[in-house]
C-alpha cells in the first residue's frame, strides 16, 4: 500500500510539472519573471519638440519582463486619416527569440529618422522594474498632424493603446508634452528660452557672494591674528 501511494504521488508530481512546463507559465519564465501572460502597459509618454524633429519617449512596462514586449508602433493621423506609422520591432516574428530591434516606417514621407531612434533596457534583474521596463525612442521630422495612437504588443498578442491629442502651435510654445498614464489631460512642461540664462546669471551671482563672502571672512581673521 505504501509503494502504490508513493507511486501515485510521483504521477501526481510529474503530471504536475508537465502542466506548468507546458502552460504561459513556463514560456513567460523565458522572458524573466514567470508569470502568467498579461499585457504591456504604457508607464509614461514623452512628447519633445527638438528643432525640426519631435522625438517620442515611451517606457513600457510588461510584468512577463521587458523581452516578452514585441513591438510598438506610433501613428500620425488627421481627421481619422493615417499620416505614417513609425514601428519598433523587438524581434523578426513571435516564435523567434532572436532579437532585431528594427525601427521602420509606413508611408512615403520619410519622416522618421531611423539613426537618431534607440531602445534601452535595464540588464540588471534586482528590482520589478529592471526586469519590466523598456524605453523606446522615436525620432521624427516635424509634419502636421492632429493625434497620436500608440500601439504596443506583446509575444502573445495582448496590447495596450494610447491616444493623445496634438496642436502643433501648443507644441511650439512648449517644448515638452509628458503623458501619465490615468491622468486624463497631457502635463505641459513649459520651459521659456531666457530660462537658462535666467539660471546661468542666477549661478553666477550666487558664487561672486559666496567668494566676496570667503574672502570678507578671511580678511577679518587676518585683522584679528594682527591684534592678538
Known amino acids: ?26 514560456a513567460a519564465s523565458k522572458a524573466g519573471v514567470g508569470v502568467l501572460n498579461v499585457p504591456p502597459t504604457f508607464r509614461m509618454i514623452r512628447l519633445v519638440q527638438q528643432d525640426n524633429t519631435i522625438r517620442i519617449y515611451l517606457t ?56 537618431k531612434c534607440s531602445y534601452d533596457s535595464s540588464r540588471d534583474r534586482e528590482t520589478v522594474e529592471d526586469r519590466c521596463n523598456l524605453v523606446i525612442l522615436f525620432v521624427f521630422q516635424t509634419d502636421f498632424f492632429t493625434r497620436l495612437h500608440i500601439v504596443a504588443s506583446d509575444r502573445e498578442g495582448a496590447t495596450a493603446t494610447a491616444s493623445i491629442d496634438y496642436n502643433a502651435d501648443e507644441m511650439i510654445r512648449n517644448s515638452e508634452i509628458i503623458v501619465i498614464p490615468g491622468v486624463d489631460e497631457p502635463v505641459s512642461v513649459t520651459m521659456p528660452p531666457y530660462l537658462l540664462n535666467l539660471l546661468a546669471l542666477l549661478m553666477a551671482v550666487v558664487g561672486t557672494f559666496l567668494v566676496i563672502r570667503k574672502i570678507d571672512k578671511q580678511r577679518a581673521e587676518r585683522v584679528a591674528y594682527e591684534h592678538t
Open 1 to 26: 500500500m505504501k509503494k502504490q501511494r508513493v507511486t501515485a504521488l510521483v504521477v501526481i508530481v510529474l503530471f504536475l510539472w508537465c502542466f506548468i512546463v507546458g502552460s504561459p507559465v513556463g
Open 60 to 115: 513600457l512596462s510588461d510584468y512577463n519582463s521587458w523581452e516578452d514586449i514585441f513591438s510598438a508602433s506610433v501613428t500620425l493621423e488627421d481627421s481619422g486619416l493615417d499620416i505614417a506609422t513609425f514601428t519598433y520591432q523587438q524581434y523578426s516574428d513571435r516564435t523567434s527569440w532572436i532579437k532585431t530591434n528594427q525601427f521602420n516606417e509606413t508611408s512615403s514621407k520619410d519622416l522618421l529618422i531611423v539613426t
